[in-house]
């Protein structure tokens, strides 16, 4: 962490003399209008080196500071301690079971709803039978009914066919008699 602080230092440092090398190329630009062509070149080729120089220094500063950061990271994960590993195989057996533990639970809900289908289902068999039953009671109280129905109609019909009959032969009130 000290070294990554250095070098983001000196990164710094240098950018800071780019600057002023930049600066100075700017006011000896200006100046150079004055200045003779051969020392105007000579100038050039200096601040050009210069900046270069400066340029190679920052990358090289920054190649640096990546190799120790990586450097630094590998170290990291390679330090990862024994107990870290043990905790997070721990949480993982943890969630596995908290996991199982789900899935049981979901399967004996399941179970309790097949058992509750079962028993709403033969409850409603009950009642198509107990329905079931109490229209063929019904039926046969029908049937009774009709059945007492005909048995007072032939002998209602008995009766007056006596009756027609007992007119007949013995003839009817009025002395009127049937003739043969």
């Known amino acids: 962490?000290?070294?990554?602080?250095?070098?983001?230092?000196?990164?710094?440092?240098?950018?800071?003399?780019?600057?002023?090398?930049?600066?100075?190329?700017?006011?000896?630009?200006a100046s150079i209008e004055i200045m003779p062509l051969e020392i105007m070149k000579e100038m050039r080729k200096l601040l050009t080196a210069h900046q270069s120089a400066l340029i190679q220094a920052e990358q090289t500063e920054v190649s640096k500071l990546?190799?120790?950061?990586?450097?630094?990271?590998?170290?990291?994960?390679?330090?990862?301690?024994?107990?870290?590993k043990a905790r997070d195989e721990k949480r993982r057996q943890e969630k596995e079971e908290e996991e199982k533990k789900k899935e049981k639970e979901k399967e004996e809900e399941e179970e309790?709803?097949?058992?509750?289908?079962?028993?709403?289902?033969?409850?409603?068999?009950?009642?198509?039978?107990?329905?079931?039953?109490?229209?063929?009671?019904?039926?046969?109280?029908?049937?009774?009914?009709?059945?007492?129905?005909?048995?007072?109609?032939?002998?209602?019909?008995?009766?007056a066919n006596k009756d027609q009959n007992g007119s007949k032969k013995g003839g009817d009130k009025l002395g009127t008699t049937l003739k043969k």
């Open 112 to 159: 309790k709803k097949k058992k509750k289908k079962e028993e709403e289902e033969e409850e409603k068999k009950k009642k198509e039978k107990e329905e079931e039953a109490k229209k063929k009671e019904e039926k046969e109280e029908k049937g009774k009914e009709k059945e007492k129905e005909k048995q007072s109609k032939s002998v209602k019909d008995k009766a």
């Open 66 to 84: 990546r190799s120790v950061v990586d450097v630094f990271m590998a170290a990291k994960e390679v330090s990862k301690s024994d107990e870290e």
């Open 1 to 29: 962490m000290m070294e990554t602080a250095v070098i983001a230092y000196r990164v710094e440092s240098l950018e800071k003399e780019l600057s002023l090398v930049q600066n100075m190329m700017r006011e000896t630009k």
